[in-house]
């Protein structure tokens, strides 16, 4: 990771949300911060008052002289900043118009606009924070729930960090002492390299693997669990998203054919944000708008991480029903037989199409009798990667995971080299590949291209 500043060009842009509010900011960070500033700002010389503080005063247009806003200018000095370059923060009035005009002032007084997460994108160029830092910048940004915000918060932190770092560090530690070996062979301790690199590519492998079984867990956490809820129409969909929900979010008639749109409201269930998607009833229809929904409703269970499937109780198993089975039979899924208040006319034995490894819930949603069970079920069924882990670091993203895997195999590559009597410098670069691939986690080595589509997906400001 660069360590020293490099220079760029100062960059600016609105760092609050967009809208009428008490106050909004505009956020200028590089080394003309302070310079460009001062040409549109009357009140004490930016340049010349104590770091970290902040200033009173009115930003002005240069060419008419008019008064824009009435300001409070916070002036911190390089390098303690969020980007460690020079930063400046305009306190403007709330509002879109006055924020924006303040904005386009200094963009005339030379700054650049910011793309969106350059700022974060300058903290880690400027080696403030790594690359999973920088990721949990965003995770914690957008946390749903206090326990994705705990999570992202120990990672801005730099657990996740320190923990890969000591694991490049062992391996950089044996791959010197293979080095040493080599170059004096006279000690003839070919033996002792191979012991030595296989224990050592168990142990970093038995620390990734604890660290994988977090990944699944935790990219949830940070980014929800899309689980759509299924069936035919009339089972009683709309009503379990209410008891869910806790709330009358959709509309529940005895009409078939009631939700004809997507409807989608977050959950807190034990921590996990659950994305809730309650979706048009399917079966053949004539009826247009009905059969939209339809559609969507079978886009939904294409993109869902969990399918409740609902079934009618009181109903024998219909031809649809079957279908649904089918179309979800590879995909995670609760089956629940809900309208058990009613007569019964289906067990679960009666389902020929259910798989051992379905989870099968019996509910009223008019009584609400078995909704703490839905609830249980997928609090547990998604906590469990975090809760068996050894781990108290938690891997959050895709990236995070993926390159974990491959570094995993680079290990597993190095056992089974050493296995077949392989050459010790074909080993070697197995472990090699070990240490880069971890270093792309923290980003100590990384391609150009990545960094950028990292952080094109923070938001503006940030
Ligand atoms: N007796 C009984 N009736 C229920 C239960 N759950 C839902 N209902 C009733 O079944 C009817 C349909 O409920 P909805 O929740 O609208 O069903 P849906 O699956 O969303 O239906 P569509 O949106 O048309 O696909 C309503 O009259 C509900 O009151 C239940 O557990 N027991
Ligand atoms: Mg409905």
Redesign the pocket.
Known sequence: MPSTVTEYDTIAAISTPPGEGGISIVRVSGDQAFSIVKKVFKGKDLEKVASHTINYGHIVDPTTNDLVDEVMVSVMHAPKTFTREDVIEVNTHGGIVPTNKVLQLIIGAGARMAEPGEFTKRAFLNGRIDLTQAESVMDLIRAKTDKAMQVAVNQLDGNLEHLISSLRQEILDVLAQVEVNIDYPEYDTEQMTTKMLLEKAKTVGASIDELLKTADSGEILQHGLATA?I????????????RLLDEDK???????????DVVEQYVNIDGIPLKLI?????RDTEDKVEKIGVERSKKAIDSADLIIL?L?S?RKLEEEDIQLLDATSDKRRIVIF?????MPELHPVEVSQLKSDDIILI?????N?GIEQIKDTIGKLFNAGIEDSSSDVIITSARQAGLLRQAKQSLNDVISGIEAGMPIDLVQIDMTTCWDKLGEITGDSYPDELITQLFSQFCLGK
């Open positions: 809820i069936g035919k129409p009339n089972v009683g969909k709309s009503s379990l998203l209410n959709a509309i529940v008639t005895d009409v078939a054919g009631t939700t004809r309650d979706t048009a009833g399917i609902v009618d009181s809900n309208k058990n208040d009613l509910t009223s949603a008019i009584k009798d």
